[in-house]
T-cell receptor
Framework: GIQVEQSPPDLILQEGANSTLRCNFS?????LQWFHQNPWGQLINLFY???GTKQNGRLSATTVATERYSLLYISSSQTTDSGVYFC????????FGKGTKLSVKP | GAVVSQHPSWVICKSGTSVKIECRSL??????MFWYRQFPKQSLMLMAT?????????EQGVEKDKFLINHASLTLSTLTVTSAHPEDSSFYIC???????????FGQGTRLTVV
């Protein structure tokens, strides 16, 4: 099956800093989604991005499908950005990476 | 985006009993639904995929007789955890996708505690 690797596994930032999260996957896919899981467990859908670049406020994402990776950029981080960020990829069902745990300190 | 509603948000049940979790697509027809399980500090693991009107396809290692999945309509799928045991305590999340979609939409999740 498809393998999904996210890096880094943990990231600690000072408020205001920028960060880049990476997602590598092992096979061609037609779906790639980025999520933020809040402390209550709910998955917040950040981007549906099987290819190309999208931006939403301080967040942006780029997927290079031919090279099988995606990047999530967080600019001017805030404490409310803390949590776990998941990348999920697939061709039918979605396979999740292990996530990046982000902690933003005030 | 499309809305998927999951109910209940949390449930506590006694060991040996069964519990049913519902997943509804509110504003689209979900031809395919997925069920995931997440243990504390771990990622989401796919349990099964169900297509409306068909039997669910279970991932390796998931007991189909223990985790009964029904997808009888285009807006509702249910997961029944039968004869629950404390090791079944987990966070269960459903997702749904329409026929013309590749993007999947997720419910709020159900936290199951078996005592």
């Amino acid at each position: 099956g498809i393998q999904v690797e996210q890096s880094p596994p943990d990231l600690i930032l000072q408020e205001g800093a920028n960060s880049t999260l990476r997602c590598n996957f092992s096979d061609s896919v037609n779906n790639l989604q980025w999520f933020h899981q809040n402390p209550w467990g709910q998955l917040i859908n950040l981007f549906y991005i099987p290819s190309g670049t999208k931006q939403n406020g301080r967040l942006s994402a780029t997927t290079v499908a031919t090279e099988r990776y995606s990047l999530l950029y967080i600019s001017s981080s805030q404490t409310t950005d803390s949590g776990v960020y998941f990348c999920a990829v697939g061709r039918g069902n979605l396979i999740f990476g292990k996530g990046t745990k982000l902690s933003v300190k005030p | 985006g499309a809305v998927v509603s999951q109910h209940p948000s949390w449930v506590i049940c006694k060991s040996g009993t069964s519990v049913k979790i519902e997943c509804r697509s509110l504003d689209f027809q979900a031809t395919t639904m997925f069920w995931y399980r997440q243990f504390p500090k771990q990622s989401l693991m796919l349990m099964a995929t169900s297509n409306e009107g068909s039997k669910a396809t279970y991932e390796q290692g998931v007991e189909k007789d223990k985790f009964l999945i029904n997808h009888a309509s285009l807006t509702l799928s249910t997961l029944t955890v039968t004869s629950a045991h404390p090791e079944d305590s987990s966070f269960y999340i459903c997702s749904a996708r329409g026929d013309s979609q590749t993007e999947a939409f997720f419910g709020q999740g159900t936290r199951l505690t078996v005592v």
